[in-house]
């Protein structure tokens, strides 16, 4: 992938000129290959039209992967050229829903946007690239391509020779970049060359949140493993005196601590057997309702590899926490033990709860851990609530629509032509304006969420990047009331008119941030941006829109008018009153009756599309919170077992305090002056934790700090409160103690 340092982008296509060139004159790779996006729409059978999610490939891509069709070819290097045979290779799943899995498909001609291509391939069921239900493959030079070296709409790829590696291939392709901004400045100045694995580039978004995710797995294990460890302390503690027995009696230690690990074992793999069936229907709910959050989620299951992998983390974790406990019981001292185990056995003794004190502590740290994570993941999904999109999204719907360029064509130039283009779009805002239930409606290259596409430009003639070079700016082309419609407010100048026509003089609007930073104090009205091969005079501004994404800065932004600007592809967006059912239905109807082979696809309300783009951070927040419940309430349990088993340890000392004229409140608060004790120390390690871990999360976080102080001390807060219920339940039973029951007890 490309890069631009001008802009300080990275991770951008390439244009095909540049591709060719970087094919040409490597040395490292063995084959490369690109793809372009190439939507069309399917006209089959007389049955609705749909329109495909396809892509222009070279004919390299497919041996570049290593993937064979499921049946028929790929298409081959006579295929992919200027004006050779329109060919195409379509997916399983298309197979399957539109030919009924039909055998005879390969040779058979299909409707590409009216036109017939011959199936030559269908890929098999799991394959799914470039994206998730792409639908076909057609041969690069069928799809949008061009030979101009400014347009960037390849994605490129490669396969490196034996024995290379990246270092290798980024210092080969940086230099030929370097040669290309030689030969074409005008075009590739400030171009590199970005190399990365393929797998780095699908996970790397998704990595951050999967490390504190597995991190958060780690925790939440080690807390169960600490209440095991803590059940079996308490037991080898309750046996010391049997284990003393036996070991006066001649038994040796082996013997004494095999049936404790084997009971640990056997608790560790009934756990993972559990944990097991809850991971098979935790994952199919997943993929079921993936947000696309985490990618190739289609892939992951619960399968062989996964089931082992528990069957020895659950024999490791027994072996690992039964072990301990079982040594410290078999190797401790035979007479005091036998002496510890008599009436006057208290928490003092050498076998007291140090250990499973300790073990508490570290339980309710790592919970705290977790909590605090989980904390922020919310302030932060709060926070993006709260920003301004800059539009009202409410009561809006938007449809995406692609006009064939073989029935709506178009031609560029000093006076581009489209008549029927601008024919189908005026008559469909006519007729859509008419709906009943249509406030407002407009059509736009790009809906309000919608980041479109950059260009380069100067303005009043003049460089504005560093050294006298071109910058690029993000374009958005929309017709006449289109800031009326999506609801932005006008600073300056005018909007865009239905009197900006192609024979009238070029106009647009920019955004303020586009005024703050190239125009600043001076009047933006009447100056000139030149892109695009032409002149256009600014004659408005207006607000900032957050189109990259609520948690992004507004990049400086034009708005050309559509019917100066042809493109076949647009949405139309609407502004309704009411329930959009109707107007969806109405809209639908309107363009059937225009052009009964012209799909509407993608519809969904602007309330949807910002919901769908927290939807990561949504899915994200709500794991973690998953593990912190889990977590917070295994830590209460851990805190309930060791307070409930101080208190039995204690009856005979309780008894006896109570015999000499405590009251229940002093017993009451013995014991939770003990549990408050291990909840501090606990708190306090989860805080040095947290401060050091939480760091790790500062990519996931937005509006708040990973060491936010009013975060810590709400978590504290919560967690102080459960862990001090949890040890409020055995110290109340212990006030209830009758002193003469307790005096006997042993």
């Known amino acids: 992938m490309e890069s631009d340092r001008l802009n300080n982008t990275t991770r951008e296509w390439a244009s095909v000129p540049d591709y060719f060139d970087f094919v040409e004159r490597n040395q490292v790779f063995d084959l490369m290959g690109g793809y ?12 609705l039209p ?19 069709p499921f049946i028929g070819r790929w298409f081959g290097e006579s295929e992919d050229k200027p004006g050779g045979p329109l060919v195409a290779m379509i997916s399983h799943g298309l197979w399957q829903r539109r030919f009924g899995a039909d055998l005879d498909i390969i040779g058979t001609p299909v409707g590409f946007d009216g036109t017939p291509y011959t199936v030559v391939g269908v890929m098999p ?28 709409n390849l994605r490129t790829f490669g396969r490196l020779k034996p024995g290379l590696g990246i270092e290798a291939a980024q210092a080969d392709m940086t230099a030929i970049a370097l040669q290309l901004e030689e030969e074409y400045p005008g075009q590739n100045v400030g171009r590199g060359v970005d190399v990365l694995l393929l797998k780095d580039s699908m996970t790397g978004a998704a990595r951050p949140a999967l490390l504190v995710f597995m991190a958060a797995v780690a925790a939440v294990l080690l807390i169960a493993c600490a209440n095991v460890a803590n059940l079996q302390l308490t037991r080898s503690v309750s046996r010391q005196r049997e284990m003393a027995i036996q070991r006066a009696l001649g038994a040796d230690t082996m013997r004494l601590v095999r049936q404790p690990i084997v009971n640990s074992i056997v608790l560790a793999l009934i756990g993972g057997l559990l944990g097991s069936l809850l991971a098979y229907g935790t994952v199919r709910a997943l993929v079921v309702f993936n947000v696309g959050t985490l990618p190739r989620m289609q892939e992951i299951s619960v399968d062989g590899t996964v089931l082992i992998f528990a069957l020895v983390l659950s024999v490791l974790t027994g072996l690992l926490f039964g072990t301990g406990p079982a040594l410290r019981a078999a190797h401790g001292s035979i007479e005091p033990a036998l002496k510890e185990g008599g009436r006057d056995s208290s928490q003092k003794g050498p076998s007291g709860g140090r250990a499973t004190s300790a073990l508490v502590v570290a339980e309710i740290g790592l919970a705290l851990l977790l909590v605090v994570g989980a904390g922020l993941l919310i302030r932060s999904f709060w926070n993006l609530q709260q920003v301004d999109p800059g539009y009202n999204p409410d009561g809006l719907v938007k449809f995406d629509l692609t006009l064939p360029t073989n029935r709506f064509p178009m031609t560029f130039g000093d006076f581009p032509d489209w008549p029927e283009v601008q024919r189908f779009q005026g008559e469909l805002l006519e007729r859509v304006r008419a709906l009943p239930g249509v406030d407002q409606a407009t059509i736009a290259y790009s809906h309000p969420a919608d980041p479109g596409f950059t260009t380069s430009f100067t303005l009043d003639g003049e460089q504005m990047g560093e050294g006298g070079q071109r910058l690029e700016v993000r374009t958005r082309i929309a017709a006449d009331e289109y800031f009326e419609t999506i609801g932005i407010p006008l600073l300056r100048g005018r909007r865009i008119l239905v009197t900006d026509r192609v024979d009238t003089p070029t106009v647009l609007v920019v955004n303020d941030a586009f005024r703050r930073r190239y125009i600043s104090d001076k009047d933006p009205l009447g100056k000139r941006v030149q892109m695009f091969g032409r002149d256009f005079e600014i004659v408005g501004v207006v607000g900032d829109v957050k189109f990259q994404g609520l948690e992004a800065t507004v990049p400086p932004a034009v708005y050309p008018p559509l019917t100066q600007m042809p493109f076949g592809f647009f949405r139309l967006i609407v502004r309704t009153g009411g329930a959009p059912g109707a107007v969806i239905a109405g809209v639908r109807n309107e363009v059937r009756q225009m052009d009964s082979a012209l799909p509407v696809d993608n519809i969904q309300t602007m309330n949807e599309v910002l919901g769908a783009s927290a939807s990561a951070r949504r899915f994200n927040t709500g794991l973690l919170i998953a593990f912190a419940c889990v977590a917070l309430v295994l830590a209460a349990l851990g805190v309930y077992g060791t307070m409930a088993y101080t208190v039995s340890r204690r009856t005979h000392e309780i008894g006896l305090r109570m015999a000499l004229g405590a009251d229940e409140r002093n017993v009451l608060a013995m014991i939770v002056r003990q549990g408050f004790g291990l909840i501090a120390a606990g708190i306090g390690v989860g805080f040095v934790g947290a401060l050091g871990l939480t760091r790790l999360m500062s990519s996931l976080l937005f509006g708040v700090e990973a060491t936010d102080p009013a ?13 001090l219920t949890a040890t409020y339940l055995p110290a109340r039973r212990a006030t209830r103690v009758d002193p003469l029951v307790a005096l006997r007890h042993e």
């Open 50 to 68: 749909e329109s495909l999610t396809a892509f222009g490939m070279t004919h390299t891509m497919f041996p570049l992967l290593g993937i064979e």
């Open 711 to 723: 975060t810590f001390v709400a978590v504290a807060g919560v967690l102080m409160l459960v862990a």
């Open 125 to 152: 069921p799991e394959f799914d690239f470039p994206v998730p239900a792409t639908d076909a493959w057609i041969p690069l030079y069928q799809g949008p391509t061009t030979s101009s070296r400014g347009t960037r």
């Open 36 to 47: 372009t996006l190439a939507t069309v729409t399917l006209t089959e059978n007389d049955t």
